[in-house]
């Protein structure tokens, strides 16, 4: 193995994951934002800025008979997705493209992802300010956010969900207001689960999920917490990380 690259497990060895020795690398967000999204067999899940496949796989390990698709504008990242899609066996129902959230539909319908095609989208976008970035570009790409960039994920998302499509993110816990505001120019039925680091302490990140073209109310979900106050793992989210338990949350 190139010494720039790791290879990682996840969900306690189902998944084998190479990745980039340096820059951004998958962590908990994505595992939590797989388990987060409710798909089935037959259906066709996005996963939007993917890296190197961490959560659409995570995904797809979990739902036999899921057709996923990995998107990624980073040549070398598309090339370790699909790779890792090769490494774990699920080449006959995922593959990896290299475009930017932001092409028009054109280049979308060109990659095989028509308008209306996807049952589910799934996205980690990068939600963090510009401010202080980090001097690697892979961990500043991923990570850093403009005012514009949530939006235009979210169109993205639109545009490839067939009606009553779901889309499901993770975002900063400190900026649910953003992403409510965002989603409420294509989608409804929001669904907000809080992810706390311990007990008691704020949430600091937010899983949200809301259906395309469809009214109705906020439900916000009782929260999960990640570890006790001792810093072990609660046992739901040993679950989730470990065995690829989906969360269990209600949205209708």
Same mark, same amino acid.
Request: one cysteine or more; hydrophobic letters at 50%.
């Given at each position: 193995?190139?010494?720039?690259?790791?290879?990682?497990?996840?969900?306690?060895?189902?998944?084998?994951?190479?990745?980039?020795?340096?820059?951004?690398?998958?962590?908990?967000? #994505?595992?939590?934002?797989?388990?987060?999204?409710? @798909?089935?067999?037959?259906?066709?899940?996005?996963?939007?800025?993917?890296?190197?496949?961490?959560?659409?796989?995570?995904?797809?390990?979990?739902?036999?008979?899921?057709?996923?698709?990995?998107?990624?504008?980073?040549?070398?990242?598309?090339?370790?997705?699909?790779?890792?899609?090769?490494?774990?066996?699920?080449? $006959?129902?995922?593959? =990896?493209?290299?475009?930017?959230?932001?092409?028009? &539909?054109? #280049?979308?319908?060109?990659?095989?992802?028509? =308008?209306?095609?996807?049952?589910?989208?799934?996205?980690?976008?990068?939600?963090?300010?510009?401010?202080?970035? +980090?001097?690697?570009?892979?961990?500043?790409?991923?990570?850093?956010?403009? &005012?514009?960039?949530?939006?235009?994920?979210?169109?993205?998302?639109?545009?490839?969900?067939?009606?009553? !499509?779901?889309?499901?993110?993770?975002?900063?816990?400190?900026?649910?207001?953003?992403?409510?505001? @965002?989603? #409420?120019?294509?989608?409804?039925?929001?669904?907000?689960?809080?992810?706390?680091?311990?007990? !008691?302490?704020? &949430?600091?990140?937010?899983?949200?999920?809301?259906?395309?073209?469809? +009214?109705?109310?906020?439900?916000?979900?009782?929260?999960?917490?990640?570890?006790?106050?001792?810093?072990?793992? +609660?046992?739901?989210?040993? #679950?989730?990380?470990?065995?690829?338990?989906?969360? $269990?949350?209600?949205?209708?």
């Amino acid at each position: 193995m190139p010494a720039e690259w790791t290879e990682d497990a996840a969900l306690g060895g189902r998944l084998l994951l190479r990745q980039p020795r340096r820059g951004h690398r998958f962590g908990h967000d #994505a595992i939590l934002l797989a388990a987060a999204t409710t @798909a089935h067999a037959g259906e066709q899940a996005v996963d939007l800025g993917a890296g190197v496949g961490a959560a659409g796989l995570a995904l797809a390990r979990r739902v036999d008979g899921l057709r996923v698709t990995l998107l990624e504008r980073d040549p070398a990242l598309v090339e370790l997705a699909q790779e890792n899609a090769v490494r774990n066996a699920l080449t $006959d129902r995922v593959r =990896a493209i290299c475009l930017d959230v932001a092409a028009p &539909a054109a #280049a979308f319908a060109e990659n095989g992802l028509a =308008a209306g095609s996807a049952d589910h989208v799934l996205m980690n976008p990068p939600f963090n300010a510009p401010q202080n970035p +980090s001097p690697d570009p892979g961990r500043r790409a991923a990570h850093m956010a403009s &005012a514009a960039t949530l939006p235009q994920w979210l169109h993205a998302a639109a545009r490839l969900l067939r009606p009553a !499509g779901v889309v499901t993110l993770i975002w900063r816990g400190d900026g649910l207001g953003e992403v409510l505001a @965002a989603l #409420a120019t294509a989608f409804g039925t929001h669904a907000v689960l809080p992810v706390h680091p311990k007990p !008691g302490a704020p &949430a600091i990140r937010v899983l949200v999920r809301a259906i395309k073209d469809r +009214s109705g109310p906020l439900a916000l979900q009782p929260g999960i917490v990640l570890a006790d106050a001792d810093g072990k793992p +609660s046992r739901q989210v040993e #679950a989730v990380l470990r065995d690829g338990v989906a969360l $269990d949350w209600a949205l209708t």
